[in-house]
């Protein structure tokens, strides 16, 4: 079956340091992955999106790389702040899907002072 | 980047009742809207696709007649939840593609129901 997997523990960092969230994926074929920050008791908001046959993108403090062996996308913040605090999700979009996305389940991120 | 309004963030009804969330795109037109539930903890859940002008399509195990979408226009789509029961509690979101930007989701806010 199709399982999209993310790390259900928090991931507790310190302020300034590089955080990195895994997202592995299992009977899918991707068109494309798309990474999304989700407050608590709010809408998720788009944070990057990465195409199959790209193996790394970045948008100022965020970083994601995408490696179809292995079925795998890390989603990489640099220094670090607390307003970084929130979960994170990855959402996958295969080829012939009509345009539907499927989430994972989400990590949630503590970043501390 | 496109904005998508959703109404109303919560709402306490009893059991069975129907409640009715709007889900509209205040800047672009949005052919098609996505419907997603998310419980406590879990992933988003696709619940069904809103076209306009036709028939949603549900997902596998979505109950049609319980959940009512109704896609009128390019900006509006509504989703009517019908004779609601304490299991229908839950994170209700919307979501929309802009004809620009048609990979990526634009969230609304999300409908806390609570059904007593």
């Known amino acids: 079956s199709q399982k999209i997997e993310q790390n259900s523990e928090a991931l507790n960092i310190q302020e300034g340091k590089t955080a990195t969230l895994t997202c592995n994926y299992t009977?899918?074929?991707?068109?494309?992955l798309q990474w999304y920050r989700q407050d608590p008791g709010r809408g998720p908001v788009f944070l990057l999106l990465?195409?199959?046959?790209?193996k790394e993108k970045r948008k100022e403090r965020l970083k994601v790389t995408f490696d179809t062996t292995l079925k795998q996308s890390l989603f990489h913040i640099t220094a670090s702040q607390p307003a970084d605090s929130a979960t994170y999700l990855c959402?996958?979009?295969?080829?012939?899907?009509?345009?539907?996305?499927?989430f994972g389940t989400g990590t949630q991120l503590k970043v501390e002072l | 980047g496109a904005v998508v309004s959703q109404h109303p963030s919560w709402v306490i009804c009893k059991s069975g009742t129907s409640v009715k969330i709007e889900c509209r795109s205040l800047d672009f037109q949005a052919t098609t809207m996505f419907w997603y539930r998310q419980f406590p903890k879990q992933s988003l859940m696709l619940m069904a696709t809103?076209?306009?002008?036709?028939?949603?399509?549900?997902e596998q195990g979505v109950e049609k007649d319980k959940f009512l979408i109704n896609h009128a226009s390019l900006t509006l789509s509504t989703l009517t939840v019908t004779s609601a029961h304490p299991e229908d509690s839950s994170f209700y979101i919307c979501s929309a593609k802009s004809g620009t930007e048609n990979e990526k989701l634009f969230f609304g806010s999300g409908t806390q129901l609570s059904v007593l």
């Open positions: 809103s076209n306009e002008g036709s028939k949603a399509t549900y």
């Open positions: 959402a996958l979009s295969v080829t012939g899907g009509g345009n539907k996305l499927t």
């Open positions: 990465i195409r199959e046959n790209e």
């Open positions: 009977n899918y074929s991707p068109a494309y």
